[in-house]
């Protein structure tokens, strides 16, 4: 939750001072507010925590979980380098002005024509499968390279979100990454990162460390049999948010004492040189910095249930019907004297799993009123699509208490504008 959005009775939800009806009223709903503080603050509290316990620190922001320009600069602007899994990606990137050699690009299932941008673009190739590498030694002479490895421990808040495993599709197994790293020794390469990344949504450091020293005992043999002193060690994103407003943050210094802790033991005892330590954060920082507003449409009675029905859906949000996710939702207007109702909350599409929330208990709502939807920073537009043909809602950055349009709302036009007819 952004930290200073208050809710005075008189005036209803204010987000860093601006107040949600003047926003309402100039960009309509549904719309997506994100606050530029929260998102530095969220990176600097990170960065800090590990920066404190080893001093050659990058943190790669994860640029799937939010694409929008303004908001890759902000993070720009703080020294973020940016994790990438597509062509889309990496151009959205240096068109906010990252420098090739700060974008990592760690694609799965890469088409010819993607590869053939990723040579263009220059920027830092992570290879996820043999053949990958195959086509990347065969048609240029990279200047760095890193191997994605699948160090088979994998965790996340869902079963969706794990992202390592012995069948996952992700990364290389152990058994083939010795030979990787010397394919490309001999091909000519002699700067070498090694990356993972487990999965999503991990509130317990536990995972983070256990897969940490198993990486770095890779690191080792990779060491013993090449002899490559890694510029990088990328242990991935995946720290997790509270979402549930019973469920507690992760403990950051644990965190930070137990995988750095880990890091550098490991570093010291195997005499492992002095890599960077990057990870890959995305829904740590801008995760709780994204707050969707949405206007309550119909109230309708079920047989056992009320429903309230709002303006976003799953074609605006899609992580409550995709993986059942929890996402805090309040009532933004003045609820003084109002009573308390449960309901599930819908949205507009032609799909019975269109629900944002099942089982809220709100202040008595009234058509027309302003619901919050929390911690829609990360995954929330990026996910978004024109399911039932609905159109793509604005975004909308709050800095230093002003507002400011970082995405225009789709319009009709949009939807026919590709079309050929
Ligand atoms: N690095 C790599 C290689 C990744 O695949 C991911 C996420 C990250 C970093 C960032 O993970 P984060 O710190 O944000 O957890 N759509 C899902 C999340 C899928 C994440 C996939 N990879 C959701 O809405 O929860």
């Not at 309708?300 to 899609?318: E, F, Q, R």
């Amino acid at each position: 939750m952004i930290p200073d959005m208050c809710c005075k009775e008189d005036e209803g939800l204010k987000i860093e001072g601006v107040s949600v009806n003047d926003i309402v009223e100039k960009y309509g709903t549904p719309v997506y507010v994100y606050s530029g503080s929260r998102i530095r603050e969220n990176y600097r509290r990170l960065y800090d925590a590990l920066k404190e316990r080893y001093d050659k620190i990058r943190i790669h922001f994860a640029a799937k979980s939010n694409t929008n320009i303004s908001i890759l600069k902000i993070l720009k602007e703080e020294g973020a380098k940016l994790d990438t899994v597509s062509v889309g990606e990496i151009y959205l990137a240096l068109k906010a002005g990252f420098r090739p050699q700060d974008i990592l690009f760690t694609g799965t299932n890469v088409s010819d024509d993607e590869l053939n941008y990723l040579i263009d673009s220059n920027v830092v190739i992570n290879v996820d499968s043999l053949s990958l590498l195959d086509w990347v030694l065969d048609k240029t002479h990279p200047e760095i390279l890193s191997v994605r490895v699948n160090p088979t421990i994998g965790a996340g808040a869902h079963e969706h979100l794990i992202t390592a495993g012995d069948d996952s599709k992700f990364g290389i197994l152990e058994r083939d990454i010795v030979k990787a790293y010397s394919k490309a020794q001999h091909a000519g390469v002699n700067r070498f990162g090694i990356h993972m990344h487990i999965g999503s949504g991990i509130l317990d450091p536990d995972p983070h460390r256990k897969a940490t020293g198993k990486l770095m005992n890779i690191v080792r043999n990779v060491r013993e049999k090449t002899g490559i002193e890694f510029e990088f060690v990328d242990i991935g994103g995946g720290i997790g948010i509270p979402y549930e407003p019973q469920e507690k943050e992760m403990d950051l210094e644990r965190f930070a004492d137990e995988v750095i802790g880990c890091f550098k033991e490991k570093l010291e005892q195997y005499d492992l040189g002095n890599p960077y330590m990057c990870m890959e954060p995305g829904r740590y920082i801008v995760g709780d910095a994204g707050i969707i507003l949405t206007r309550v449409n119909t109230i309708k009675k079920t047989k056992s249930k009320t429903l309230a029905g709002v303006d976003a859906g799953l074609h605006t949000l899609i992580r409550p019907a995709m993986y059942g996710a929890y996402h805090h939702m309040i009532h933004t207007g003045c609820t003084v004297d109002k009573e308390m109702e449960t309901y599930d909350i819908m949205g507009p599409l032609c799909e019975s799993s269109d629900f944002l929330g099942r089982e809220r208990e709100l202040p008595k709502l009234e058509e027309s009123d302003i619901l919050g939807i929390l911690n829609a920073g990360a995954y929330g537009f990026t996910m978004a699509s024109n399911y039932n043909s609905m159109l793509k809602p604005a975004e909308i950055l709050i800095n230093d208490s002003k507002h400011r349009l970082i995405r225009e709302a789709e319009t009709m036009e949009d939807l026919a504008n590709k079309q050929r007819y």
